[in-house]
């Protein structure tokens, strides 16, 4: 009820005030029910105002105006003064009466009936008199002699002209039949209304429907089932769907009128609306509001008396389960009780137990659903149901009657337990009795009379003495003390009958023992005792006869004493030896323990870590899909989940699944653990992805860390740390392996799987190198290309740089010799990157510096000289035979050999591949050479050592011989479609805020330190003549600028096999004057075929190669 009170306070605050819609509540009159009176138009309200906002009515010509009746005039004036709004009907109404067709007469019975009748206040008469001359003077001169009939409150002025008129109100309020511009339809006008009072009505009576069910709804009871319950809330929702659809209809019948009366807007853009129409339109909008507010209100009240309805609902089950359930616990509890026999016998006790393993089973499903009917009333205590006074004492009821039931059968289980060790001691017992007499009757007196048969049946009676101990009752009062619980009377009185049958027993077998020991007894002679010689048993160090006989039997209780003697005698013979292998044992059992200690910590820590992912997989990044969460989370946050997360759920799926199973199958041999790395090293690359996202993640909970969805995720998790603490979890547990793969390899050395170790131990360190080298190569910027496309990155790192070009203006090349770059080095399988460092101002990984690209190298062209004069952590890279060279610094002269060496290594394969593809054609077109003809001038003696000289490349393809040329130009690829942009002379100068004073370098390679560089050699390959035309002599082959030739094999004594692609002919042709005639141009930039383009570009990085390719090759060999 206090609900349903404060909903109507809510729905009689919102209700439409008296000027909203008329002034009169007392029987309120309606455009319906005088619409035929209205639709004469003898008065109308057209929507002007005067100058002070009063408003107009107008009274046009009307002939049949005085045949009106008053009833009729009384109802139509009374609406009309109705509609303005009290503060304009309080200025005063102006009348407008237009009689300029009438006659006097009329004029002034239209005057006096309207003084009469008129309802409101008036401010003002202007009456248009008629415009006859002869009326018109009639009724000067009558107004003039009869002014005291026309007396009112205000006064009466009459007017000859429609100008006149305009003096008094303006033409913009009034109508186009009196001269003005006002827009009025009587019949729009009066649809309208029709349509606003019909709407105002129709909300009106919704607030009362509303009201009326919202107090069927209040005083409706509760009722006390769940059939009833479901039926009233069923029947509640289809009523509130009910007025919900009548809300709604009724909204959009308002919505409707509204359009209506704004349809005059879209008429043109000079249109406006009157002040009646403005009026009308208010009218409408507070309606509309007043029903949205009225619906609101009702929703509210719905809201709250469903959840109440459901809350019943919700105890009505509660109440029917408990009432169910506690029934059930009831009849096992009484049944429980009937359980009183502690059984008879053995078998007996054994039927006991089965019979309550089953009773057992069958209640278990009721302990449970007891238990879970417990737990689902809680839920609704901390739902905050508000009947949490009668669920919270039942509750604990059900755990009161689940914890007695089962410690009932507890106890019981354990009486019977009790019971069945107490007969099984008694039916063994009983069944040694039962064997003693039997072994007591099947003796041969006959044979026990000899003293051998005695000694043999006393030996049988000692073996079955010793044999049967355990089998004995021992001490009856402790029988009675240990079995206090289940002995009743008939039990203790069996107790009593076995353990009586038991001594009686025990006392024949004495007598028995008694008797065969005096018919063993036999006299002998005494034996004089010698002691043994000191020197027997030095010689001897074998046990005596009774310790070897001893030693046989190993059951015999004092035969590890009887060996005592003869391992302290072995032991003082090899103790030397001894020691040496149980040191060596101690090591070894040592090194065991610590590398044991080493794999619980690997897989404890492993458990603790799939936990902590999982954790936060369904502590936030599953409440980030809830709706029920959704109110708490940011707008920057919302889906959000990959960036944050990153692939968090893929590495949880990976060591929950695969690699934790797999770790725990080495628990028992920890040493052999590395190969589970080994075979899982792919799949633990996932970690490059999650490394990757990193920066993304911690920036975006760097801008999200306060919302409120985090703050409740931790708080429902009882989490100390924040989810950035889980976030790095990932990172941390990557480079964790490594120390643990250490640490096992170091108590490992010697064992079986060490070599697997030091190659797991590898692959980490390579999959963590590969994350640190993918977050500096995401750091890189103003690169155009996809640096996928290079290849595998091999190394990175900072160094000085100076550059030393031929091409370029001489200032900037003195510059440059001076002014050292500093630059970020990438080197790629294809192509080295020159980036410019920039530190970034932020925390974590924001903090992480980035790469301004500024040019790049095609490894292709590149070559290296490994030692500058003057600096051991120096060497060049140069590009295109040495036009662009770049001195680089690195840190330390251990840096500065990795990196040449794997340059080389780059080098060597290129040139290797070259060699190769080179061999292979050239060997292909070696059987179809014609020899070169004999002259004077040729030393070439035929063909056989030209093959000769072939077949010794083919069997050494390491050689440089014939294959270190001169540097060939690669074609550049256009800018941003690859990876070849090159560097110019007018870059040495740009960073001229980042140089610093260094040391001038020694710029010279190796071969220049040998007096310059010699003439060039000659590769396989198809080049373009540059040269001049050569004059050879009339067999010459003829070369011509701009031809096109093929070099296909060099012959003895300089010569090379050339083929002229352009003209067709062939010859051979001295390698001098080859080198003069094709000039600094090579293939690349010339080729004409696909088979030679690949082969080409790798020339060009075999004759870069120079004396270090040599060093490369050594070390391959080696």
Request: aromatic share 6%; proline share 5%.
């Amino acid at each position: 009820m206090p609900l349903l009170q404060c909903w109507r306070r809510r729905a009689a605050s919102r209700r439409p005030q008296p000027d909203e819609i008329m002034h009169h509540d007392i029987s309120p009159l309606c455009a319906a029910d005088i619409q035929d009176q209205l639709q004469k138009r003898f008065a109308y309200l057209s929507g002007g105002r005067g100058q002070d906002g009063s408003p107009v009515i107008t009274f046009p010509d009307y002939p049949a105006f005085s045949d009106v009746p008053d009833k009729e005039f009384q109802s139509v004036m009374t609406y009309l003064t109705s509609i303005p709004s009290l503060q304009d009907a309080g200025i005063g109404f102006i009348l407008v009466i237009d009689r300029r067709q009438d006659r006097w007469t009329s004029v002034k019975a239209s005057i006096l009936r309207i003084a009469a009748s008129f309802p409101a206040n008036l401010q003002l008469v202007l009456v248009l008199r008629p415009t006859g001359f002869f009326q018109r003077t009639l009724s000067d001169l009558a107004f003039r002699f009869n002014r005291d009939d026309f007396k009112m409150k205000v006064p009466v002025i009459m007017l000859s002209s429609v100008p006149e008129l305009h003096g008094y109100i303006d033409k913009s309020q009034l109508t186009e039949d009196l001269g003005g511009t006002l827009d009025y339809c009587h019949s729009r006008w009066l649809c309208h209304r029709t349509a606003i009072e019909s709407f105002a009505l129709l909300v009106k009576q919704t607030a009362q429907m509303l009201q009326a069910f919202g107090t069927e709804l209040a005083e409706t009871e509760l009722p006390n089932d769940v059939q009833s319950t479901s039926s009233v809330l069923r029947a509640h929702t289809e009523k509130k769907e009910g007025a919900k659809e009548d809300m709604r209809l009724a909204s959009d019948r308002g919505q409707r009128v509204l359009e209506s009366i704004q349809e005059s807007l879209t008429r043109g853009p000079g249109q406006s609306l009157n002040q009646d129409q403005l009026d009308s339109e208010s009218t409408v909008q507070r309606l509309l509001a007043q029903l949205s507010e009225t619906e609101a209100a009702f929703d509210e009240f719905w809201a709250k008396h469903q959840q109440k309805l459901e809350q019943c609902l919700q105890l009505r089950h509660f109440e029917q389960d408990f009432r169910e359930v506690k029934a059930a616990l009831d009849t096992l509890a009484q049944k429980i009780v009937t359980f009183t026999d502690v059984g008879n016998s053995l078998a007996h006790v054994q039927h006991l137990l089965r019979d309550l393993a089953g009773f057992e089973d069958k209640s278990r499903a009721a302990v449970q659903r007891a238990r879970t009917l417990s737990l689902e009333g809680e839920q609704l205590i901390e739902h905050r149901h508000y009947a949490v006074d009668s669920i919270r004492p039942k509750c604990h009821e059900l755990r009161h009657l689940c914890d007695q039931l089962v410690a009932d059968v507890g106890r019981r289980r354990g009486l019977l337990g009790k019971s069945l060790e107490l007969h099984g001691l008694l039916e063994a017992s009983m069944a040694w009795c039962d064997e003693g007499i039997y072994l007591l009757a099947s003796q041969p007196l006959d044979k026990c009379q000899s003293q051998d048969g005695a000694e043999a049946a006393l030996q049988e009676l000692e073996r079955f003495l010793e044999a049967g101990v355990e089998n004995k009752i021992q001490e009856l009062s402790k029988i009675y003390q240990d079995y206090e619980l289940i002995l009743t009377q008939d039990l203790r009185e069996h107790v009593q009958k076995v353990f009586q049958k038991q001594e009686s027993v025990e006392e024949m077998f004495h007598r028995r023992r008694a008797s065969l020991k005096k018919l063993a007894a036999k006299q002998t002679r005494p034996v004089q005792p010698v002691a043994p010689r000191p020197e027997a048993l030095a010689k001897s160090l074998c046990p005596s006869p009774g310790a070897r006989r001893g030693s046989e039997n190993p059951s015999s209780e004092g035969s590890a004493l009887r060996r005592g003697p003869y391992r302290r005698a072995k032991s003082e013979v090899s103790e030397g030896r001894r020691q040496g292998r149980g040191s060596s044992t101690g090591d070894e059992e040592s090194l065991a323990v610590l590398r044991r200690h080493v794999m619980n910590e690997l897989l404890d820590t492993e458990r603790v870590y799939v936990e902590e992912l999982l954790c936060v997989l369904e502590g936030y990044a599953a409440e980030m899909d809830n709706p029920l969460m959704t109110h708490l989370i940011s707008t920057g946050l919302q889906n959000k989940k990959d960036v944050l997360f990153g692939n968090m759920e893929e590495i949880y799926h990976f060591h929950n699944r695969i690699f934790l199973r797999e770790l725990e199958n080495y628990i028992d041999c920890p040493e052999l653990v590395g190969r589970c790395f080994l075979e899982r090293v792919e799949e633990l690359q996932i970690y490059e992805k999650y490394c990757q996202n990193k920066p993304r993640s911690e920036s975006l909970w760097r801008q999200c860390s306060d919302c409120p969805f985090f703050q409740e995720c931790q708080k429902k998790l009882d989490h100390k740390l924040s989810l950035d603490s889980y976030l790095l979890k990932p990172v941390q547990r990557i480079t964790k392996y490594q120390l643990l793969l250490k640490e096992m390899l170091k108590y490992s050395k010697s064992c079986e799987g060490a070599e697997d170790l030091q190659e797991a131990l590898s692959s980490i360190l390579g999959i963590l190198k590969a994350v640190n080298d993918s977050m500096h190569l995401i750091a890189i910027t103003g690169y155009e290309g996809n640096l996928s496309d290079l290849g595998r990155l091999l190394m990175q790192g900072s160094f000085s740089v100076w550059t030393d070009h031929k091409k370029g203006h001489a200032k900037v090349k003195d510059l440059a010799r001076f002014k050292p770059m500093q630059r970020h080095l990438f080197l790629h399988e294809k192509a080295v990157l020159f980036c410019k460092k920039r530190e970034e101002n932020g925390e974590g990984y924001e903090k992480a510096p980035s790469y301004s690209y500024k040019q790049s190298l095609n490894m292709t062209a590149v070559g290296i000289t490994e030692n500058v004069k003057g600096d051991a952590k120096k060497f060049e890279i140069w590009y295109n035979a040495r036009e662009e060279v770049y001195i680089v610094q690195a840190p330390t002269p251990e840096i500065k050999a990795a990196w040449v060496r794997e340059i080389r290594k780059v080098l060597t394969s290129q040139l290797q591949a070259c060699r190769e593809a080179s061999q292979h054609r050239a060997l292909e077109q070696s059987h179809s050479l014609p020899l070169p003809a004999p002259a004077g001038t040729s030393p070439s003696k035929g063909n056989t050592k030209n093959v000769k000289k072939l077949e010794e490349r083919k069997t050494d393809p390491l050689s440089l011989e014939g294959y270190v040329g001169p540097a060939l130009p690669p074609r550049h690829p256009e800018k941003g479609k690859g990876w070849s942009k090159t560097s110019h002379p007018s870059e040495g100068p740009e960073d001229n805020d980042g140089w610093s004073s260094a040391e001038e370098p020694i710029n010279s390679s190796d071969a220049e330190e040998d007096g310059g560089v010699g003439p060039r050699k000659l590769v396989p390959g198809k080049y373009t003549v540059a040269g001049p035309e050569e004059k050879g002599g009339p067999d010459a082959l003829a070369l011509r600028s701009g031809d096109e030739v093929e070099l296909v094999q060099e012959g003895d004594e300089g010569l090379w096999f050339v083929r002229n692609l352009s003209s067709g002919g062939e010859g051979w042709v001295p390698a001098r004057s080859l080198s003069s005639l094709l000039g600094q141009r090579g293939p690349a930039g010339c080729l004409s075929s696909p088979e030679s383009s690949a082969g080409s570009a790798l020339l060009s990085a075999s004759s870069s190669c120079s004396e270090s390719c040599a060093a490369a090759l050594a070390d391959l060999q080696g």
